[in-house]
């Protein structure tokens, strides 16, 4: 199918300027990636003492170093020096509250104040340079507030996300060591107006020895049990603190953060970034795949929990001087008009999110977002998974109104930031695609076989062959295993674990995991492409596909679909679908088993639990293991019937 090919008309890139020049300084950035990269660092960061060395890295041995000798501290780069230079009044955190109407703004000032009295209270509890805080809030001011102050005085941050079940948290904690523990009394989101963190917390806490105290925000005035010597109230300790904190002077190389990943066998895998290479490459992506200019107001809408949160709600837009927004509640409450309203509140200018929200928006039909003003809308940009032609093709028309293009982005917990991205008004925008590599990265396929596929429209394995300054460094306490998983199969290859194809422009479409394939009959059939097929049924919204056991396939293929608001499930629409896989990719690939679900089960980040299906589709319909992460629990009795 040829593929479709948008262009923004008069969307002007105010820094790349044309196709031509985003080749030359590619070109330049993979020829002289250390002139490159030190030209970069000068512009983005502010540092106390210029590096000695640009990079020294060893992609076979895993041994990465970018910015050695250099002297700086992210606190201060988010904060301070943007107040120093006069713009101490520029809001820099608008947070929407879970409430319609609940809602603050954070000058540069009011910010950089709060985050060096929490950062002198974890002082005064001992925590210093190179010990690990962690975090365990819902998108409340203070959780952006509590990873500021943590680099603000060199402690290693680890941020769990706020769905995490107790079981969950501590195997975080006592995994990275943690000294202190900040959390919130409750937490609000959506419809849950208790969700409980402090006793989750405590519970979590138990099952530890290292936690010397748990420091606990305030969100409700609903009673939680204080523990005397060892929890300590936000609200009192910080009222009585200086307001005067000065920042760690850090190595580039010193850790910065650790953020636990699932890995595949369900132990979680802690991922350290350091300080340098990842402010810069942060801020950097932040600036150019999004097109910030001064004044624009970003909002991401992942959880500061993941790697998104990260680098484009609180680093990259703060570094860059943006106004960052954080929002605590879902996209369909009070009702599902609530993202579009935000936009219209705050006269977004960015927007940042994952496909699973742009579906569950596109279901509910074009009346939701047409009572709003969305006019302030620059750039729209995508995140988490392949994003499928359908909601593509929605995003682009009803919510950018076709000015505004899509940054389609690719990249992983472990990168620190995007490696691949259509640049705004310089790259064709085809749907599914996401296009040409970012400054500085070598993308390119392997056969099973290690060797690299040159002709496009051929599936491989997606692997780096050069580093860049935003690379994870290791993984935490198990150096061996960082080696293993990233670099080992493939000497001088950093191994993503994805696969993905190019067309004949190069641009690069990736179709999933390695372990997301299907082998039906010989076919080796990606799962992305598949349910992108089955969503392209008139009625259908989202759709995830497993394989079981089958007689004569080998593997046959189990399709659950969720179908738009108002369309109702019938045998005509499972041929419908099976007619336009086939029209799409061919009759071997038709699913052998279609149910109709309310909804897929996802996390609350929006990635399906896709083992859980896969059990479901096997016949095992007890033993499901750790469904902590499962947003709705409820679906579950809806699939197994």
């Known amino acids: 199918m040829k593929n479709k090919i948008f262009i923004t008309k008069n969307f002007k890139n105010n820094s790349i300027k044309d196709l031509d020049n985003y080749k030359k300084l590619y070109k330049y950035s993979i020829e002289n990636p250390s002139q490159f990269w030190s030209e970069i660092a000068e512009k983005q960061i502010s540092w106390f003492q210029k590096w000695h060395t640009t990079q020294k890295t060893d992609f076979v041995n895993g041994d990465i170093k970018y910015f050695e000798g250099g002297k700086l501290n992210l606190s201060y780069n988010c904060l301070d020096r943007h107040v120093e230079n006069g713009h101490g009044n520029k809001t820099a955190l608008i947070w929407e509250g879970n409430t319609p109407g609940e809602s603050k703004k954070f000058s540069y000032a009011e910010l950089l104040d709060q985050v060096q009295k929490i950062a002198n209270v974890l002082k005064n509890t001992g925590i210093k340079k190179g010990d690990r805080v962690c975090i365990y809030m819902q998108m409340i001011p203070e959780l952006a507030v509590a990873v500021l102050a943590c680099s603000r005085i060199g402690a290693v941050h680890s941020v769990v996300f706020g769905a995490f079940s107790a079981e969950s948290l501590s195997s975080r904690i006592n995994a990275c060591q943690c000294k202190i523990l900040i959390t919130q009394d409750f937490g609000i989101r959506g419809k849950k107006q208790n969700i409980p963190m402090k006793e989750n917390a405590d519970k979590a806490v138990k099952q530890t020895s290292c936690i010397q105290n748990i420091i606990v925000v305030k969100r409700t005035e609903n009673k939680v049990n204080m523990e005397?010597?060892?929890?300590?109230?936000?609200?009192?300790?910080?009222?009585?603190?200086?307001?005067?904190?000065?920042?760690?002077?850090?190595?580039?190389?010193?850790?910065?953060?650790?953020?636990?990943?699932?890995?595949?066998?369900?132990?979680?895998?802690?991922?350290?970034?350091?300080?340098?290479?990842?402010?810069v490459y942060a801020s950097y992506t932040h600036k150019q795949i999004f097109n910030y200019q001064e004044g624009d107001v970003s909002w991401c809408t992942a959880d500061i929990g993941w790697i998104t949160g990260h680098s484009y709600v609180i680093y990259g837009p703060l570094i860059n001087r943006a106004t960052t927004l954080m929002f605590e509640g879902t996209p369909n409450y009070p009702d599902f008009g609530r993202y579009w309203s935000i936009i219209e509140q705050h006269k977004v200018n960015i927007f940042y999110t994952a496909p699973t929200a742009l579906?569950?928006?596109?279901?509910?039909?074009?009346?939701?977002?047409?009572?709003?003003?969305?006019?302030?809308?620059?750039?729209?940009?995508?995140?988490?998974?392949p994003i499928k032609e359908p909601e593509w093709v929605w995003y682009y028309n009803i919510i950018g109104k076709g000015k505004c293009p899509i940054a389609d982005t690719w990249w992983q917990t472990e990168t620190g930031g995007v490696l691949i991205s259509p640049l705004p008004g310089i790259t064709k925008l085809k749907p599914g695609y996401s296009s040409l590599p970012f400054f500085g990265i070598q993308p390119i396929l392997l056969d099973d076989h290690g060797k690299e596929i040159t002709t496009h429209n051929t599936p491989g394995l997606l692997a780096i062959k050069a580093p860049w300054p935003g690379m994870l460094r290791t993984i935490y306490g198990d150096n061996e295993k960082f080696k293993q998983l990233y670099f080992s199969k493939y000497p001088g290859y950093f191994l993503t674990g994805d696969s993905a194809y190019f067309d004949k422009d190069k641009h690069f479409r990736i179709t999933g995991r390695v372990d997301d394939v299907l082998n039906v009959s010989g076919h080796r059939i990606g799962t992305a492409e598949l349910e992108e097929?089955?969503?392209?049924?008139?009625?259908?919204?989202?759709?995830?596909?497993?394989s079981f056991e089958h007689e004569i396939k080998g593997e046959g293929i189990h399709a659950f679909v969720s179908l738009m608001h108002n369309t109702t499930p019938n045998l005509k629409l499972k041929e419908q679908i099976k007619i336009t896989v086939a029209e799409k990719i061919g009759p071997h690939a038709k699913p052998d088993r279609i149910k109709f679900v309310s909804e897929l089960p996802k996390t609350r980040s929006g990635k399906i639990i896709r083992r859980l299906l896969r059990s479901i589709s096997l016949g095992n319909s007890e033993n499901f293991g750790d469904l902590s992460t499962l947003a709705n629990p409820s679906i579950i009795k809806e699939l197994t019937l």
């Open 228 to 279: 005397n010597g060892r929890d300590l109230w936000w609200h009192q300790e910080t009222s009585k603190i200086n307001t005067l904190c000065p920042p760690e002077v850090m190595d580039s190389e010193d850790p910065l953060f650790i953020l636990y990943t699932s890995g595949s066998t369900g132990k979680p895998k802690g991922i350290l970034h350091t300080t340098g290479g990842y402010g």
């Open 359 to 385: 579906r569950a928006l596109m279901k509910e039909g074009n009346s939701w977002p047409e009572k709003y003003d969305l006019s302030t809308l620059k750039v729209l940009g995508s995140v988490g998974e």
């Open 533 to 546: 097929a089955i969503a392209q049924t008139k009625g259908v919204a989202e759709a995830a596909v497993v």
